[in-house]
Structure formats: C-alpha cells, structure tokens
C-alpha cells in the first residue's frame, strides 16, 4: 500500500554549486554519497518525512535513469512513493497498464563509509517521471535519509507535486488502481489547466493537462514531454515561488 512521497528528485549539472545555491535558499542540503550507477546527491530532509533529491553525476552515465532528462536541462525529473508493499504495487501498476520494471537492488555508500540498500520498482520509456517509481529499504530507512529535518526557512515538507500532462483517461487508470480511490476534479487558473487531484498521506499528486492557450504547461509538454512541472512546499514564512536560478530549473513554491 503506498503510505506517502519518498522523495522528489532534481537533477543539477553540478552537485557542489547546487547544494551552494540551496543553502541560499535556506535550505541545509546534506551530502547523501555515491550511487556504484555514476550519480551523487545531496539531501534535503523535512519534518513530514519526505526529502528534496540533488542528483548529479561524478562521471559519465548514459545508462542512467536521468542522464538523458539532464541533457534537456535541470529541473524536478521525477518523484518516488513509499510503499510497504512494493511487488503488490508494482503488480497494480503493470497490471493497469504501467510500464514498470520487477524491483531491483540499488545501493549508495555514504560519505561515511555506510553502505545503503533498497529495492526500487522503475517506471520506463514515456511513463518515466509521470507513473512513480517506488521504494522498499533494506538497511532502515532513518539511515538513508538525513535525520536533520529543520530547515533554516521553515519549510516543513511537500505539499503537493503539479504534474504537466496531455491526457488523463491512461494516467486515471493507472492511480485509481494504485490509490483505490478516485481522482479528484481541480482546476488551476493560473497555469490555464485542469484534471484530477490524487491524495494519499500529508501529500497530493495533480495532473494538469492545459487547455487555455497561454498555458505555460503546452510549452514544457514541447520541450520535455508529459513529466513534473512544479512541487509546493509546505511550512515557509510566506507564499513565494523560489528563485528558479537557484533551484536549478526546478519549479517549487512555498504555500
């Protein structure tokens, strides 16, 4: 069953100088280690148990499940779901039509020397990034995310994450079958957009799909495919939408 978001991922050209810029923010990134697959991170931890992912490469990773996103440019990739269950889901999943991979091992060492295990069910091709991936530890969970969930500039987790999509009839089967439950109608003035609203845990998913023609989701849909547009997050001192300059191409905003 899933229980929540695990984490979102953004991928950044540089690691080092991200981590800079998320610090000026006020967020505290803390250096996660190395994938044995060519990428590194830093996290981004908060109080309703989710994280912020900073994903870079220390070394060339064409097989990499975000090397090619990166090619487009950095931004918010993709986003991954706890579950206690992770064969069970990814069987609703495929059995609605999800193109997901049987779960496999992945590891990271941290900065440390402590070496992390999970098993991690990916979503392929086009359903990358739109279908979650999802996620079950093998060491505990408390160690593969950083226990200092304060953040400097209040923010206290993930509200919800925007999705950019030109259809919803395939994704309204596929999360009705994860969820069991129905989507929501919602509607976004500002981004001249509807669809439907999953919510599970503290945290909700929506799917946008733009129907005025200023929409700004008609030009990422061009540009990067059906894929995450934006994350609220919960928790500031204000209502703000972050410098995308220093999130590095991820649209988040506080609420």
């Known amino acids: 069953m899933i229980q929540a978001i695990d984490h979102l991922v953004i991928a950044v050209n540089d690691l080092d100088r991200a981590a800079e810029d998320y610090e000026r923010l006020g967020f505290s990134p803390i250096p996660g280690g190395k994938h044995p697959v060519g990428s590194h991170n830093a996290l981004i931890s908060f109080r309703d148990g989710s994280y912020l992912e900073l994903i870079g490469f220390y070394r060339e990773a064409a097989d990499h499940r975000w090397w090619d996103a990166l090619g487009k440019g950095e931004r918010l990739v993709d986003f991954c779901f706890q579950t206690d269950e992770l064969r069970g889901d990814t069987k609703?999943?495929?059995?609605a039509g999800v193109a997901i991979n049987d779960p496999v091992p992945w590891s990271r060492r941290r900065p440390d020397g402590y070496e992390l295990k999970w098993l991690l069910s990916l979503a392929t091709g086009s359903h990358r990034g739109i279908a979650p991936f999802l996620i079950e530890d093998i060491t505990p969970r408390t160690e593969r995310i950083p226990q200092q969930f304060h953040q400097p500039n209040g923010i206290a987790g993930i509200e919800k994450i925007i999705a950019a999509v030109a259809e919803l009839e395939e994704i309204e089967k596929?999360?009705?079958?994860?969820?069991?439950?129905?989507?929501?109608?919602?509607?976004?003035?500002?981004?001249?957009?509807?669809?439907?609203?999953?919510?599970?845990?503290?945290h909700a998913l929506e799917f946008l799909v733009p129907r005025h023609p200023a929409?700004?989701?008609?030009?990422?849909?061009?540009?990067?495919?059906?894929?995450?547009?934006a994350a609220v997050l919960s928790g500031g001192s204000k209502s703000t939408a972050l410098d995308s300059s220093l999130t590095h191409g991820a649209n988040l905003f506080v609420e």
């Not at 609703?92 to 059995?95: D, Q, T």
């Open 215 to 229: 929409s700004p989701l008609i030009d990422w849909i061009r540009r990067f495919g059906p894929s995450p547009y």
């Open 174 to 202: 596929w999360y009705n079958a994860l969820l069991s439950a129905a989507g929501q109608p919602v509607s976004n003035a500002d981004l001249g957009a509807d669809g439907l609203r999953y919510s599970f845990g503290p």
């Open 92 to 95: 609703k999943l495929r059995e």
